[in-house]
Nanobody, 115 residues
Framework: QVQFVESGGGLVQPGGSLRLSCAAS????????MGWYRQSPGKQRDLVAR???????TYVDSVKGRFTISRDNAKNTLYLQMNSLRHEDTAVYYC?????????WGQGTQVIVSS
């Protein structure tokens, strides 16, 4: 019954911003570390940011200072605020447990950064 539904992606110009949301269900969200992952065309899916159940975030160097991961445990929702977007941020973004569990990958939400 575990499910992740990502939303908020779209086409944005370089330097722009987007806020992604992940609606989670089927488990004790408040007690679970979560992560945002992304997969660029022709590349593997990689972790972008993680957040523990207490709200402590961790980021990969390429997004540090530009992205902010957060969670609203009352709403079972994970967020990713993305600012100063670059071409290389173009990818399908997914949420999942941290560490991820393969069987629960959702459809993701596509982010395209292009002028």
């Amino acid at each position: 019954q575990v499910q992740f539904v990502e939303s908020g992606g779209g086409l944005v110009q370089p330097g722009g911003s987007l806020r992604l949301s992940c609606a989670a269900s089927g488990f004790r969200f408040f007690a679970t570390p979560m992560g945002w992952y992304r997969q660029s065309p022709g590349k593997q899916r990689d972790l972008v940011a993680r957040i523990d159940f207490g709200g402590t975030p961790t980021y990969v160097d390429s997004v540090k200072g530009r992205f902010t991961i957060s969670r609203d445990n009352a709403k079972n929702t994970l967020y990713l605020q993305m600012n100063s977007l670059r071409h290389e941020d173009t990818a399908v973004y997914y949420c999942n447990f941290d560490p991820s569990r393969t069987m629960y990958w959702g459809q993701g939400t596509q982010v395209i950064v292009s002028s």
